[in-house]
């Protein structure tokens, strides 16, 4: 049986190949196109995104780091176009992880996903922000709090083992789906500005304010559904059961023109 066709974005953030193409390989009934940036961006902007029937975010271009700097830039014109191309017929995405850091220069992209990661701090929806923050390995309860597809047939509340940030989350434009069992505090994350510039787990002079402890949320973008989710950072995250099965019902989910939300 011809399966439906699944494109995969990356790059711009490390992650181990193996076993991210091992997690994307136990996803039934997909044929998978994986593009790589810079071609993906390229790719994109050729059309290759128009007539897939899902699209997976797992990228986080538009950014050079060197010399304890970061540099940033828009997507080209043409990439800019083709997703809004494809969101504007009902076409929806999934976008995991680091990928709510992408296009810093693109405010569009945070809107059409409802968050973003900062690197800097910069400004939000007309609001001053500290940069965000990141903490690797956290051990917490990953609670289940809509009754939508998404969600089916996942158990309430699961263990998991990942990266979570501490970021902007646009929670009135969206539908929560996922809650971490976690303190979203400063004091339980580090600096995003402050790795950036080589010291990695700082957060000291590092005043964050409290922020949301949703990791994955559904919305809609025109009648595009839209699904984010926060898990994603390694292997011991691709192999939980619980999230692969939550990543293939946002498939399906975002596959279907005119969802409901």
């Known amino acids: 049986m011809v399966g439906r066709s699944l494109l995969v974005l990356s790059g711009g953030h490390p992650y181990e190949d193996g076993p991210f193409a091992a997690m994307l390989a136990r996803l039934d009934g997909w044929n998978v196109t994986h593009l790589v940036h810079p071609e993906a961006e390229q790719r994109v902007g050729e059309g290759a995104a128009d007539n897939v029937d899902a699209l997976l975010f797992y990228d986080m271009p538009g950014y050079e780091f060197a ?6 830039r828009p997507p080209s014109e043409a990439f800019k176009a083709a997703i809004e191309r494809r969101f504007a ?13 992408g296009w810093a220069d693109w405010p569009a992209w945070s809107e059409m996903i409802g968050g973003r990661f900062l690197y800097q701090p910069g400004i939000v929806r007309g609001s001053a922000c500290l940069d965000s923050g990141y903490r690797h390995d956290v051990d917490y309860f990953a609670e289940i709090v809509s009754d939508h597809p998404v969600v089916a047939g996942v158990q309430p509340r699961f263990a998991v083992n990942d990266e ?30 402050k790795a950036v510039s080589g010291q990695m787990f700082v957060n000291e002079g590092w005043s964050h304010p409290a922020g949301s402890n949703l990791v994955a949320w559904a919305r809609h973008v025109g009648d595009a559904p839209i699904v984010y989710l926060q898990f994603g950072d390694g292997p011991a995250t691709y192999e939980n059961q619980s999230i692969q099965r939550i990543l293939a019902n946002a498939l399906d989910w975002t596959s279907s023109t005119r969802n409901p939300v």
Request: glycine share 8%.
């Open 67 to 72: 010399d304890g700097g970061v540099s940033s």
């Open 89 to 101: 017929k009902g076409c929806g995405a999934v976008v995991m992880h680091h990928a709510l850091a």
């Open 164 to 193: 979570l940030y501490l970021a902007e989350v646009f929670e009135q434009d969206v539908v929560p789906l996922v809650r971490a069992d976690h303190d979203f505090i400063a004091s339980n994350f580090y600096s995003a500005s």
